[in-house]
């Protein structure tokens, strides 16, 4: 927000405060505001428009039953009722998968009311997304389908080559793979009886 390039475009719109600048929490002279905390910190007492919650669970604690726990009752119990206007304002959660039960998969197995966006690294027809994102101006729903149509097509193949995706295949434990980038958390060791 203070960069050069941000104050060229929208910088005439409101300016930065400096009664407010860390960097857990800036404002602006609008009485716009960005909060920056972690699972369970600062963000009782706080409210706002939108709720952006990154990867809440931890990847070297995930497998911990308590600590999941702890993070998805924060997601249930505190989470909701921060919105300013709880018809008007979002919550949004971005994470790869870890668990069956990390956040991602109580908003989905709980039926939470949640926009379900997944693009696994591979393309997997069985699991083909369709997603309605909103609604425009005229009412109209917005889609985003995944445009891939043939199994194993990357998601990203610029960034993320077939040599690189083979690296991380080589590295990562397929329980890692599953979830991170394909979306399918298991059970470590998977569903087949050894």
């Known amino acids: 927000v203070g960069s050069d390039l941000y104050r060229k475009m929208w910088g005439n719109r409101f300016n930065l405060s ?9 404002a ?3 009485t716009g505001w960005k909060l920056a905390t972690s ?45 300013n206007n ?16 990390d956040v991602s998969g109580i908003a989905l197995s709980q039926e939470m009311g949640y926009t ?12 083909h997304c369709v997603t309605v994102l909103g609604l425009d101006r005229d009412d109209n729903k ?11 097509e990357l998601a990203w193949p610029e960034r993320f080559t077939p040599d690189v995706c083979n690296k991380y295949k080589s590295t990562m434990t397929e329980y890692a793979w599953a979830g991170q980038m394909q979306q399918t958390p298991e059970p470590r060791g998977g569903s087949i009886i050894k």
């Not at 917005?142 to 194993?152: M, Q, S, V």
């Open 142 to 152: 917005i889609l985003w389908e995944d445009p891939r149509k043939n199994d194993f």
């Open 18 to 26: 400096s009664e407010q600048y860390t960097k857990v929490k800036f």
């Open 28 to 30: 602006n002279d609008g």
């Open 39 to 83: 699972v369970g910190g600062i963000g009782v007492g706080e409210r706002g428009d939108r709720f952006i919650i990154d990867d809440p669970n931890n990847t070297m604690e995930v497998e911990s039953e308590t600590t999941r726990m702890t993070t998805n009752m924060w997601f249930r119990e505190v989470v909701p009722t921060r919105l």
């Open 116 to 127: 379900h966006l997944m693009i696994p690294m591979e393309y997997d027809s069985g699991r």
């Open 86 to 101: 709880p018809s008007q304002g979002a919550i949004i959660v971005i994470q790869q998968r870890l668990h069956e039960d």
